[in-house]
């Protein structure tokens, strides 16, 4: 789970800078909302960009608690950005793995930490979480794979331009009725999950997200590594619902 979750953030972190560094246009509408101007934001975009490799690169190798705190919190703030700037809620709640992720490494790796200097340690892959801290770990990770499927299906739903257009790429005829059989499924598997978690169901999920977005028809590479927080939420998931309950005291469908 520390391995799994790590790389997501990591992802997050190199596939969102990849866009700063290319200048993605949509982002002067983010910046916008803070009153930047379209000149202004193209000039800061690559200085964005480049912070945001450089911390994921520092997750991969060296991962500071700090780190993966910020991206909580960046990760909240570039979500938000987007219902903020006039784009569909559901595109903040799709983007759950963005913030969920590190999140959830904080918790599997001991929780927040109250002193300033036990936020610029090391983070410990090897350390072994108390049954409480994994019922917190599980419940985020539950949560927060609830939110990204049930936002995706419903952009599919309300027939998002990106989607559509990835449809018709794909040779299909329809891609109207394409997205709203795929956003169904979604907001099945979602209320699935928040009901009842299974396994082999959840990874049944992971393969089809995972999938599905590697075919964008724009900036294919950077938008599926960006989205590494939804795989990594599902797949550490996956790995939280291993049964070993008399090792933690959970029910075995729970149990970490």
């Known amino acids: 789970m520390h391995y799994t979750l790590r790389l997501a953030a990591a992802m997050c972190f190199i596939g969102h800078g990849a866009f700063g560094i290319i200048t993605k246009p949509i982002w002067c509408n ?19 960009g480049s912070i945001d490799i450089s911390m994921g690169v520092i997750m991969l190798f060296y991962p500071i608690r700090a780190i993966a705190g910020w991206l909580v919190i960046w990760g909240t703030i570039t979500a938000s950005l987007r219902p903020l700037s006039g784009e569909p809620f ?11 992720a590190p999140l959830a490494l904080l918790l599997v790796s001991g929780g927040v930490k109250q002193s300033l200097r036990g936020w610029f340690t090391p983070i410990n892959p090897n350390i072994d979480a108390e049954a409480k801290t994994m019922k917190q770990v599980i419940t985020c990770l539950r949560i927060v794979v609830f939110l990204l499927l049930l936002g995706h299906g ?11 257009g990835q449809y018709s790429s794909l040779g299909f005829s329809n891609p109207a009725t394409t997205a709203h059989v ?74 970490a």
């Not at 952009?155 to 559509?164: D, F, M, R």
């Open 30 to 48: 983010y910046f916008a909302v803070f009153g930047v101007g379209h000149d202004m934001a193209y000039r800061l975009m690559p200085v964005v």
């Open 90 to 100: 559901a595109e903040f709640i799709e983007r759950a793995g963005n913030f969920g």
């Open 154 to 164: 419903w952009l599919n739903i309300i027939e998002k331009k990106a989607l559509l």
């Open 182 to 255: 795929a956003g169904t499924f979604e907001m099945l598997a979602a209320c699935t999950v928040l009901i009842r978690p299974i396994r082999p169901v959840l990874l049944a999920f992971l393969i089809w997200k995972a999938g599905s977005e590697l075919f964008y028809p724009r900036y294919e590479i950077f938008e599926w590594v960006e989205r590494g927080g939804s795989y990594g939420a599902i797949l550490a998931f996956w790995f939280a619902l291993k049964p070993t309950a008399v090792a933690t005291g959970l029910r075995p469908q729970y149990a």
